[in-house]
């Protein structure tokens, strides 16, 4: 029961990191925009950038694990059919 639970927080299509990546961006955006009305001036809006870059960073960086595993798979697929032909 507890791996059925635990499947639900896997990212497993390209689909459903661009849904998490696009959640985390409005979240980050909306944090940015609170920023540049906590901090007027140049500092705000150097704080909005930071939020809008961290979210280009952490949504590649989990776009670049899902190509990851699909390789690593594949690999292993590989692998497997060439250990059975032989």
Do not use: C, W
Request: proline share 1%; hydrophobic share 50%; no cysteine.
């Amino acid at each position: 029961m507890l791996r059925k639970v635990q499947r639900l927080f896997v990212i497993k299509t390209r689909v459903e990191a661009y849904l998490i990546i696009f959640a985390l961006a409005l979240g980050a955006m909306t944090r940015g925009a609170h920023y540049t009305l906590q901090y007027p001036g140049v500092g705000g809006y150097l704080l909005f950038a930071a939020t809008g870059g961290a979210v280009f960073l952490g949504g590649a960086k989990i776009l670049d694990a899902l190509r990851y595993e699909r390789e690593g798979k594949n690999v292993e697929a590989e692998k497997l059919q060439g250990a059975a032909s032989e």
